[in-house]
C-alpha cells in the first residue's frame, strides 16, 4: 500500500510539473497583416479626390490622378467621391452610410446610384431615403461689377462710390467675370474671360489659370473636388487642377 501511495504521489508531482512547465511556455503571438493600401488610389496631389470622373465617348468613368481608369466608362453621368446630405440625413438609416465621402453618385439606364471606390453599385437611390439638407448658404464677400460693359471685381463691405477706382477690388477690365463658390471666402476663384479666351484670376488680380480655354463650366467642381471643368474644342471638357494639370 505504501509503494502504491508513493508511486501515485510521484506521478502526481511529474504531472503538476509538466503543467507548470507548458503554462511557462509563450503562446505564439499571432500577427495582424495590415491591408495593403491600393496603390492605383494614392494621391500625388492630397488638395483632390483620388479617383476623378472621366468622360469617354459619351460616357463617364473614373480615373486615378495618374491617369489610369480605375471605373470603367459606363455611365451617362457620374459626379466625385464627396458627401451627399440628403442620404446623410435620411430617414432610412441604413442608407445613411451610403451619403459618406467613400461613395459616389452615378446614372446608367436612367437610374441613379452610388458606388464604391471598386465601381460596386452599392446603393440604389429611392425617392423615400432622401432626407433634408441643413442650409449651408455663405454670402460672397466678393462680386461681379459691370461698368462701361467691361467686368471688375467688388468688395461689398467697402465699395460705395464707382468714381473712385480705388474703392475697385478688380477695375473693370475683361470681358466676364464669375467668382466660383468656395470654402475660402477671402481669396475665391474668379473665372475671367478675355479676347474670348477663359481663365482664372484672384481677387488679386493675378493670373491662376492660363486664358487658354474655349470655355470654364461654373460648377462645384472647384468647391467640391478643387477642380476646374474646361474645354479647348467647346466639346471635350475634362478636369484640371490649380496648377493646370490635366485629368
Request: aromatic share 12%; net charge positive; proline share 4%.
Amino acid at each position: 500500500m505504501t509503494k502504491v501511495l508513493s508511486l501515485f504521489l510521484l506521478s502526481f508531482a511529474l504531472i503538476s510539473a509538466a503543467q507548470k512547465q507548458n503554462a511557462a511556455k509563450k503562446l505564439p503571438v499571432k500577427k495582424t497583416v495590415a491591408a495593403k493600401p491600393n496603390a492605383d488610389l494614392i494621391k500625388i496631389n492630397d488638395s483632390i479626390p483620388a479617383l476623378i470622373p472621366q468622360k469617354t465617348e459619351g460616357k463617364f468613368g473614373f480615373i486615378s490622378q495618374k491617369g489610369k481608369v480605375i471605373i470603367p466608362h459606363l455611365y451617362s453621368n457620374a459626379g466625385f467621391f464627396t458627401e451627399d446630405c440628403n442620404l446623410l440625413n435620411s430617414p432610412n438609416e441604413i442608407a445613411r452610410k451610403y451619403g459618406s465621402d467613400q461613395y459616389a453618385s452615378v446614372r446608367i439606364d436612367g437610374e441613379d446610384f452610388r458606388i464604391d471606390m471598386k465601381g460596386k453599385r452599392v446603393y440604389r437611390f429611392r425617392t423615400s431615403d432622401l432626407g433634408k439638407c441643413a442650409s449651408a448658404f455663405k454670402s460672397q464677400l466678393f462680386h461681379a461689377y459691370v461698368m462701361n460693359h467691361a467686368y471688375g471685381i467688388i468688395e461689398d463691405s467697402k465699395f460705395e462710390n464707382p468714381g473712385d477706382y480705388r474703392q475697385f477690388t478688380i477695375y473693370p477690365q475683361y470681358d466676364y467675370l464669375h467668382i466660383m463658390e468656395g470654402d475660402d471666402l477671402k481669396n475665391p476663384m474668379i473665372i475671367a474671360a478675355q479676347h474670348n479666351r477663359f481663365g482664372v484670376i484672384d481677387v488679386n488680380n493675378r493670373v491662376i489659370i492660363p486664358f487658354e480655354y474655349s470655355d470654364i463650366k461654373r460648377n462645384f467642381s472647384w468647391k467640391l473636388a478643387r477642380l476646374f471643368e474646361v474645354t479647348k474644342d467647346g466639346k471635350n471638357y475634362y478636369y484640371i487642377d490649380i496648377n493646370n494639370k490635366a485629368y
